[in-house]
């Protein structure tokens, strides 16, 4: 997992992440990133697998749909799926 945020001020999700000590790759948007994504609404899942191949991608917070596809990724993600989930 990785995160782009969209803050003014760079600085600020910085302190965010660093605050509970977990490692997340955090990058501030800038003109590259826009360049890279799609316009879209936030936030914005993109599930790559193994291989480098794009097998999800969606704006929202529906996570069964991300549930959904990441139990399509490999049999060793199956308990993740909207189904098993608590």
């Known amino acids: 997992m ?7 001020d ?3 999700a910085a ?7 977990e490692p997340w790759p955090n990058y501030h948007a800038n003109s590259e990133i826009f360049r890279q994504f799609p316009d879209h609404g ?3 899942f993109v599930l790559i ?13 529906y996570e069964d749909r991300l549930r959904a596809a990441i139990a399509k990724v ?9 189904a098993t989930s608590p």
């Open 10 to 12: 760079s600085k600020k």
């Open 15 to 21: 302190e965010l992440w660093a605050k509970p000590k």
């Open 74 to 82: 490999s049999p060793a993600f199956a308990s993740v799926s909207p």
């Open 42 to 44: 936030i936030p914005y």
């Open 49 to 61: 697998d193994g291989s480098g191949n794009v097998v999800f991608s969606d704006e929202g917070l």
């Open 2 to 8: 990785i995160s782009i945020d969209e803050d003014l």
